[in-house]
């Protein structure tokens, strides 16, 4: 990377090996009549309703048997980054700055597991790739060895396999749902030596320790688990996340920048910087307990290890509606479609319609 003395520092405080050696819109011309245009109205109404019960914030969903488990986070606005007098920080995680997230939008449960990883491989997706595990199981645990790439292949099968826009969350909207609302360093509070962190998060602890008493500093208590641990095994924040904080870093779609100045304020991912490296977030189950904070960041390059996996982002369109189909030359046009709502979305987020004659409705309330 192209900060020597970035490593340096933190090679100081104990963050180790984290070199982190690593539709169709087939436009339907229907008869030209009123009931159709009535059944037309209420096909989208009820479209429109499910959209909307879909969205509720807190709401828990999979798009597909193999997908991994959604849930919406509510829009909102928080301070990114952590305040000058948090015990363990760093620079680079200032200057705090709001960020305000206008739309909800979905993210993992958990993190990505190796058992939906290997569904993607199994179904002709990853690239074929299958991450070694050393031996530490698969099935629920967090699929780690997998770069930037690599969580970017996840994303883009899924994507594929669902027709919903599945990405890496940004930066901005990783910290937000890790907070959970909460403005304290981590979801539990101010626990700056770890004291309660075993209830809640698989970091460095007693039970690493005791199998090794050469590592260093631990938090002090057991949380039962030497290196990863199954997805939910540790409790939820506010926002229903698991392991945000813990058990292995995650990718997120950001550059690395060492500070925040000149960072997006509307919870975009931040695409300049130095993109030979990418943000990982959340500290690991190796990880000391200062590492293990909402606003800890660092980044990772190409590399894989055992350090980082990923959680998956969803953008949830804009419910649509209201407009009714439009007349047009004594027809009716009803969009036939793939998804709810027909509508695709673009990568920026923005949901695209197939015709004028639907007009998003921006339902959301920021
Ligand atoms: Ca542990
Ligand atoms: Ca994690």
């Not at 883009?156 to 907070?179: I, V």
């Not at 004291?195 to 970091?203: I, K, M, R, V």
């Not at 990880?287 to 293990?292: A, I, V, Y």
């Not at 055992?306 to 369109?317: D, E, I, K, S």
Request: a positive charge; one cysteine or more.
């Amino acid at each position: 990377m192209k900060n020597p003395s970035l490593g340096r520092r933190l090679v100081r405080r104990g963050v180790f090996c984290l070199v982190l050696a690593a539709g169709s819109f087939g436009v339907a011309t229907a008869a030209s009549t009123d009931a159709l245009a009535a059944q037309g109205e209420g096909a989208l109404r009820e479209r429109a309703e499910r959209e909307q019960a879909l969205f509720k914030p807190g709401r828990a969903f999979r798009d597909c048997p193999e997908c991994p488990e959604m849930v919406v986070v509510p829009a909102g606005s928080f301070m990114m980054g952590s305040p000058h007098d948090e015990l363990g920080r760093y620079e680079y995680e200032g200057p705090r700055h709001r960020v305000t997230l206008s739309k909800p939008f979905a993210v993992g449960k958990y993190e990505v597991t190796f058992a939906e990883w290997d569904a993607c491989v199994a179904d002709g997706g990853c690239g074929g790739y299958r991450p070694d595990d050393y031996g530490w199981g698969r099935g629920r645990r967090p699929v780690f060895n997998v770069n930037w790439h690599a969580a970017q292949a996840y994303v883009n099968w899924l994507s594929k396999k669902t027709g919903k826009r599945y990405r890496l969350p940004s930066e901005a909207e990783w910290e937000y749902a890790a907070r959970g609302g909460t403005r304290a360093s981590r979801y539990w509070g101010d626990d700056a030596f770890g004291f309660a962190q075993c209830a809640h998060a698989n970091g460095a602890d007693g039970t690493q320790k005791a199998r090794n008493s050469k590592i260093g500093e631990v938090a002090p208590c057991r949380d039962g688990f030497v290196n990863t641990a199954p997805a939910g095994s540790f409790s939820a924040n506010a926002f229903g996340l698991h392991d945000v904080l813990g058990n292995v870093m995650e990718w997120v779609e950001d550059c690395w920048n060492e500070r925040y100045v000149g960072a997006p304020a509307d919870g975009s991912a931040w695409r300049s910087g130095d993109c030979s490296g990418r943000v990982v977030r959340g500290g690991s189950w190796v990880l000391k307990p200062w590492h293990l904070r909402s606003a800890f960041r660092f980044w990772s390059n190409a590399g894989r290890n055992t350090n980082v996996g990923f959680r998956v982002a969803r953008t949830l369109a804009p419910r649509i509606l209201t407009s009714l189909p439009r007349r047009s030359g004594g027809k009716i046009k009803a969009p036939l479609t793939r998804g709810v709502g027909g509508f695709t979305a673009r990568r920026d987020g923005e949901a695209v319609f197939p015709r004028p004659s639907i007009r998003p409705l921006r339902a959301y309330s920021g």
